[in-house]
Every structure is written in C-alpha cells, then in structure tokens.
C-alpha cells in the first residue's frame, strides 16, 4: 500500500509585514535551521518541502512573499491559485497583527475561494511569563494576547498557531495541518511519519 502514495501538491504562499519572521519560519520548517540576523527577502522566495503523511506524500510549493512595501503589489501573482496561505505576524508587536488581519482580509477578496488560510503569531521565545503579587498571570514582551488572535481566527474561519522559528516551537504542526485540509487528503494531523526533501 506504501508503494502507490499518492502527492499532492501544495502551493503555498507566505505574507506578513517585514521581520515577522515568514522566512525564519520557513527555513525551520525546510532544513530545520535559525539563522539569526537573516536578511529580509526581496521579491519573493521559493522553497519546496515533502512530507509523507499517512496515505499520501504532500509537496509543499512554498512562496515566501517580502514584507516590505514596496513589494505589496506583487503579492496577488503569488497568492493567485494558492491552495494555502501563512499569515505572520509578531506575537510582541501588535502593529503587526494588525497588517496580518488586512492581509487576510485581501486574501478572502481575491484570492482562490477554497484558499486555507492559517493565521500564525511567531516569536513566542521572546514572551516571558510571569506572576505578580496578587497571583495574577502576565507575559512581558506579548502585545498581541492569544485570546484576542484566537477569537479573531474563529470569527473569521482561519486555522491558529503560535510559533518559535527559532526553537522550532509548533511550526510543523503549521504545515501538518495544512496538510490535512487538503481535499482529497484523508489525513490525520498524528500521522505525520516523515520528512524528506
């Protein structure tokens, strides 16, 4: 039965403002690697991934679109005909999830109906918790509460994570779930079993 897997092919599209960290996240996700001063993308990057879930091999077509600016305008040729699309933004700056909420709003518009959209706030490593003396529960550096993402992603139908890219925290999990709302894909999200390139 493992002999005739069938892939299916993913095209994928990453969008958020500059130094989110889309392609750190990337990058964890294809060579499991951190590079710490990377140098913002130009244009757009293209990276490919294979992950082989339980009864089929997954290609993921990665389009890893620049934050900046002045290359707003050429991320609709990316995210035309997208399957998926990677919403980042920074969990210690709300400004960023406020461009991460417009993107999602553009994408609804004009982009593939069917398109899965997943909402992801990285850079959870730089949130430290704390309690203060009334027993209170806090987190210094987070500007953006997880409640208030997660209510947001659930009033707008979108898939929710929060990640590391640079420990590896729930990136995978990203992908994987992608992965498995892939129609005709019959995939659970534990099933995932390997990784190649």
Same mark, same amino acid.
């Given at each position: 039965?493992?002999?005739?897997?069938?892939?299916?092919?993913?095209?994928?599209? !990453?969008?958020?403002?500059?130094?989110?960290?889309?392609?750190?996240?990337?990058?964890?996700?294809?060579?499991?690697?951190?590079?710490?001063?990377?140098?913002?993308?130009? @244009?757009?990057? *293209? &990276?490919?991934?294979?992950?082989?879930? #339980?009864?089929?091999?997954?290609? =993921?077509?990665?389009?890893?679109?620049?934050?900046?600016?002045? =290359?707003?305008? +050429?991320?609709?040729?990316?995210?035309?005909?997208?399957?998926?699309?990677?919403?980042?933004?920074?969990?210690? $700056?709300?400004?960023?999830?406020?461009?991460?909420?417009? +993107?999602?709003?553009? +994408?609804?518009?004009?982009?593939?109906?069917?398109?899965?959209?997943? &909402?992801?706030?990285?850079?959870?490593?730089?949130?430290?918790? /704390?309690?203060? #003396?009334?027993?209170? /529960?806090?987190?210094?550096?987070?500007?953006?509460?997880? #409640?208030?993402?997660?209510?947001?992603? !659930?009033?707008?139908?979108?898939? *929710? =994570?929060?990640?590391?890219? $640079?420990?590896?925290?729930?990136?995978?999990?990203?992908?994987?779930?992608?992965?498995?709302?892939?129609?005709?894909? =019959? !995939?659970?999200?534990?099933? &995932?079993?390997?990784? @190649?390139?």
């Amino acid at each position: 039965m493992s002999s005739n897997l069938k892939t299916v092919n993913v095209k994928l599209v !990453l969008l958020g403002e500059t130094t989110t960290g889309k392609s750190s996240l990337v990058l964890r996700f294809v060579n499991n690697d951190f590079q710490e001063n990377k140098e913002s993308t130009i @244009g757009a990057a *293209f &990276l490919t991934q294979k992950c082989r879930l #339980e009864d089929n091999k997954i290609k =993921f077509e990665i389009w890893d679109v620049s934050g900046h600016q002045r =290359f707003h305008s +050429l991320a609709p040729m990316y995210y035309r005909n997208a399957q998926a699309a990677i919403v980042v933004y920074d969990v210690t $700056k709300a400004v960023s999830f406020v461009r991460a909420k417009s +993107l999602v709003k553009e +994408l609804k518009r004009q982009a593939n109906p069917n398109i899965i959209i997943a &909402l992801v706030g990285n850079k959870i490593d730089l949130v430290q918790p /704390y309690e203060d #003396e009334s027993g209170e /529960y806090g987190e210094y550096g987070r500007q953006v509460p997880t #409640e208030e993402a997660k209510a947001y992603t !659930l009033e707008a139908g979108l898939l *929710f =994570f929060e990640t590391s890219a $640079k420990n590896g925290d729930g990136v995978r999990d990203v992908f994987v779930e992608i992965g498995t709302k892939q129609p005709g894909s =019959f !995939l659970l999200s534990t099933s &995932l079993v390997a990784k @190649g390139k």
